[in-house]
């Protein structure tokens, strides 16, 4: 592209250009196809630079907010981490390790099922629609916090359910447990929900636990039947 | 020029931590202003932050380089106007009265699609635009985004001229366009 092209589009994305180059960019336009796209490929390359920069923005004031639990949190896992050292657990903390491993190359958040995104739909708006945006985007913190609401006001087990994944996928497993085991047989996420109760009984330490639940799985005989076998072999290989 | 709007000129010039003060000052108080209307703390965090956003974008587009009132107000004012924007889609509530209409007429609220209604070119741009060194990046976002003159970025990166901003960021739209070209292949 010429250079005195490119000076006629950036007068024109700022909104900067001469009466007399107005008419020139016009012409332009209508004449010349690879102008046109030239003009379409910065306008877009726009909106992507001014994305990215809300995008940072946004990161960086979330930096300046004052810290939330998860700190916390880590703390208390690393002392937990080093009381079972101290105490020469080191068989114990063997296992934990493998396992952890096998979780982490398990786990992966449940697709949302529930509110598809689909942000022209008009109906699509409040919490709900809101708290799954956020569980897709990875913002688990966030999603975490909003299923919680949401089950408090309506008992929805699938919020529940959510709520544990999104716990999960913040390493807060242990806070996952409880949730996942409300879930009952005749939820429609009760086989879901004990293929994730196995991977954090698993993150935990809990072998026979985890065991249990991976029977269950593979007995419900559903989609992820196959992978709850392959996981209780890795247990079995491990040992 | 009083001393607010000696800060919006710093922030026009790149001072970004002046506007994380703005930020940070303003936070706690927007939250219990906005609680009021039952909405959850995250809410309300997004809605700050896009509001914070739009103020620093009005900033860059030079159209609050007089205050006809405090940073403070300007900020709320923008705040508001997206509640009322939040509460309204959400059909739940009754909208409060807006004060501050005539100060609204001085912002641009700039809407930008959501990332669903974007088509896949806009995504594969933004993949591109991380893959650029850190300097295109930078003369990118100085140009484009923070409508800067190429006389001040040459001033402010320390170019030999004008001229060099010139091709440096032309090459960096070259690069840019091959890496998307990788992309879409």
């Known amino acids: 592209m010429k250079s005195d092209q490119e000076v006629l589009i950036d007068g024109y994305l700022s909104n900067s250009l001469t009466a007399l180059q107005k008419q020139e960019f016009n012409k332009l336009m209508s004449e010349d196809q690879q102008f046109a796209e030239e003009v379409a490929f910065h306008e877009k390359m726009k909106v992507a630079i001014r994305l990215e920069e809300r995008e940072r923005l946004k990161a960086r004031f979330n930096t300046l907010d004052p810290q939330s639990n998860t700190k916390k949190m880590w703390w208390y896992a690393a002392a937990a981490i080093l009381f079972f050292g101290i105490m020469g657990w080191w068989g114990s903390a063997q296992f934990s390790r493998d396992s952890e491993n096998l979780y982490y190359s398990y786990f992966e958040p449940y697709p949302n099922v529930v509110e598809p995104i689909v942000r022209s739909d008009a109906e699509q708006s409040g919490l709900s629609a809101q708290a799954f945006a956020w569980y897709e985007k990875g913002e688990y913190e966030k999603a975490n916090d909003a299923f919680a609401t949401l089950f408090e006001e309506n008992q929805k087990a699938a919020d529940l359910f959510y709520q544990a994944i999104s716990l999960m996928a913040l390493d807060r497993s242990a806070e996952a447990i409880p949730l996942l085991e409300q879930q009952k047989e005749e939820d429609s996420f009760y086989e879901a929900a004990q293929w994730y109760l196995a991977l954090a009984y698993l993150k935990e330490g809990q072998e026979s636990q985890a065991r249990f639940c991976l029977e269950r799985v593979r007995e419900a005989g559903g989609f992820l039947s196959s992978q709850a076998i392959d996981l209780l072999n890795e247990l079995d290989n491990t040992k | ?185």
């Open chain 2, 1 to 185: 020029m009083n001393k607010e709007e000696r800060f919006v000129q710093d922030i026009r010039k790149g001072d970004k931590e002046k506007l994380e003060k703005i930020y940070s000052d303003n936070r706690d108080h927007f939250l219990t202003f906005a609680r009021k209307y039952q909405l959850h703390d995250e809410q309300i965090k997004d809605i700050y932050q896009e509001s914070i956003i739009v103020f620093y974008e009005n900033i860059l587009d030079g159209k609050l380089v007089t205050l006809q009132s405090s940073i403070k107000t300007y900020l709320f004012a923008i705040g508001k106007y997206k509640l009322i924007q939040y509460l309204r889609k959400e059909e739940k509530y009754d909208v409060f009265p807006f004060e501050e209409k005539d100060l609204l007429d001085h912002i641009s609220i700039q809407e930008m699609p959501s990332e669903e209604e974007l088509d896949g070119k806009t995504a594969v741009l933004r993949t591109g635009l991380r893959q650029l060194g850190p300097k295109c990046q930078e003369v990118l976002r100085m140009f484009y985004y923070e409508g800067k003159k190429l006389e001040e970025i040459q001033m402010q990166l320390g170019y030999e001229s004008k001229d060099t901003v010139k091709s440096q960021k032309s090459r960096c739209i070259r690069q840019l366009k091959k890496l998307v070209g990788a992309y879409e292949k």
